[in-house]
Nanobody
Framework: VQLQASGGGLVQAGGSLRLSCTAS????????MGWYRQAPGEQRELVATITSGGTTNYADSFEDRFTITRDNRRNTVTLEMESLKPEDTAVYYC?????????????WGQGTQVTVSS
């Protein structure tokens, strides 16, 4: 499985960005897809995930500003980010995995840089 992410870039504080990630290859349709991020010097952290049925899970600090959606026909997950802050600056990674089977189905995209200027 390959994950191709796009949509990162430079934005001013208060602005918006949309990240997209498309999965290809030997996809398991029930895969959970999600976004994580890693700021310099920090550990990678969960932003949000979404199941094939549309159930979402957000880390507490993102639910009011970020929205995750998914298009199962296109195997694509999208993260809409609004009211961005400088502390949102990080590399954002797409992930696809099957719960309970992460030893055999757990894939990461290459990461896309998001930089928010003050």
């Amino acid at each position: 499985v390959q994950l191709q992410a796009s949509g990162g870039g430079l934005v001013q504080a208060g602005g918006s960005l949309r990240l997209s990630c498309t999965a290809s290859g030997r996809i398991i349709t029930r895969q959970i897809m999600g976004w994580y991020r890693q700021a310099p010097g920090e550990q990678r952290e969960l932003v949000a995930t979404i199941t094939s049925g549309g159930t979402t899970n957000y880390a507490d600090s993102f639910e009011d500003r970020f929205t995750i959606t998914r298009d199962n026909r296109r195997n694509t997950v999208t993260l809409e980010m609004e009211s961005l802050k400088p502390e949102d600056t990080a590399v954002y990674y797409c992930r696809a995995y099957v719960s309970g089977s992460t030893d055999t189905y757990n894939y990461w995209g290459q990461g896309t840089q998001v930089t928010v200027s003050s």
